[in-house]
């Protein structure tokens, strides 16, 4: 069975304050893919990442730095420097190559307060 | 490039009245289109897989019956709500799968709100 596990249901932070996200999985899938989404208030879901089950190199883009652990089965996104914009829902996904849907994890709520 | 519109926005509807919700991909062509629900404060969880010019696969505890899905292009599907009720009062989202492109990608739709009264 594919899961994906987003323990912090929300986190609230200062501006300026740097903030992981925590994402583990599962499956029994030797390829799958691994993304993180942004919901903000509006409701459209904003593409971050997608990493495959063969990369474990870790990604920085701008204040944005994802960390993958297969050895753990993490996916951590953590923000540097947050900024109110950064204030959303954020949603952890594994798609794997045996089911071919994408299994959403229950989200964080991220609170940037100025 | 990899737009998908859903129309319309948001819906008010009386309850047992039929909706109908349009997932268009605008500058692709997607044989699979997903068709998710996302509760208040909740996850997205996915409904039914949508395939063009054949039935849609429904996921366990999903009522075939009253969420009629028609793919009937290969840039247009749509979701009718049947019989509404306050109970399908929900954020309904679509995402489609470019033809020729990795089973993984999808693109997303904004989201349909629709309110059951």
């Known amino acids: 069975a594919q899961k994906v596990t987003q323990a912090q249901t929300e986190i609230s932070v200062v501006e300026k304050e740097d903030v992981t996200l925590d994402c583990v999985y599962e499956?029994?899938?030797?390829?799958?893919?691994l993304f993180w989404y942004k919901q903000p208030p509006s409701g459209e879901l904003v593409f971050l990442i997608r990493r495959n089950s063969f990369d474990e190199q870790n990604e920085i883009s701008g204040r944005y730095s994802w960390n993958f652990q297969k050895s753990t089965s993490s996916f951590n996104f953590t923000i540097t420097a947050s900024q109110v914009v950064d204030s959303a829902v954020y949603f952890c996904a594994l798609f794997g190559g045996a089911t071919n849907k994408l299994i959403f994890g229950t989200g964080t709520l991220l609170a940037v307060q100025p | 490039g990899a737009v998908v519109s859903q129309h319309p926005s948001w819906v008010i509807c009386k309850s047992g009245t039929s909706v109908k919700i349009e997932c268009r991909s605008l500058?692709?062509?997607?044989?699979?289109m997903f068709w998710y629900r996302q509760f208040p404060k909740q996850s997205l969880m996915l409904m039914a897989t949508?395939?063009?010019?054949?039935?849609?696969?429904?996921e366990q505890g999903v009522e075939k019956d009253k969420f009629l899905i028609n793919h009937a292009s290969l840039t247009l599907s749509t979701l009718t709500v049947t019989s509404a009720h306050p109970e399908d009062s929900s954020f309904y989202i679509c995402?489609?799968?470019?033809?020729?492109?990795?089973?993984?990608?999808?693109?997303f739709g904004p989201g349909t709100r629709l309110t059951v009264t």
């Open positions: 995402s489609a799968r470019p033809i020729g492109r990795s089973t993984y990608e999808q693109y």
């Open positions: 499956t029994r899938d030797t390829t799958y893919y």
């Open positions: 500058d692709f062509q997607a044989t699979t």
């Open positions: 949508s395939n063009e010019g054949s039935k849609a696969t429904y």
